[in-house]
């Protein structure tokens, strides 16, 4: 497990999983703007996106998803050095009102989206992008392919604790360890 930049200043990194070739947030890039991925995922969940979102046309479904996939795009890369990153990453846990050491966070383009960004924070302002999902239920639990973000999540969470990383300085200490 590798950790690439997304954001230029250190504040937004995303995991590079072992024998891939682009990291997660890329790959959710990529998914969500391949019609044919997103054809399939719609096909395959159809029921949800009917009784969740009442969508009964899966072309207008793709269409939102790369619409939103845009909007959250244009969100992450035009971020200046000045925004404030836990405005846009909120606790994965609606019901969590203080601060975890390296908590589970989620980020969307907008309230209505069911896109979903993954990410433990490190800091204040500081995440590590785990993956991401496109979000039909109610929770996470409740489906095979966002119960696997929740396990890529615990899984670099784990690793980060194993390595001890738990904040900003330990994270770019274990950086520089990794690329001697």
Known sequence: MTFDQVL???R?????YDNDKINAFQKV???WSDALWLADFFTQNFDDLLSYFRITNIED??????EDRDELACVIMDISPDA???RF???LENSRTAEMLLGKEKARPHQRSWLRLYAI????GIYIITGGAIKLTQTMQEREHTLQELGRMEKVRNFLIKEHVFDEDSF???QKEVSI
């Open 8 to 10: 230029e200043d250190g």
């Open 12 to 16: 937004l990194w995303a995991v590079r």
């Open 29 to 31: 890039m990529a998914q």
């Open 61 to 66: 479904a793709i269409y939102q998803t790369m």
């Open 84 to 86: 404030n990153l836990d």
């Open 89 to 91: 990453f909120r606790p």
């Open 121 to 124: 924070k490190l800091n204040v």
């Open 172 to 174: 770019t200490d274990y």
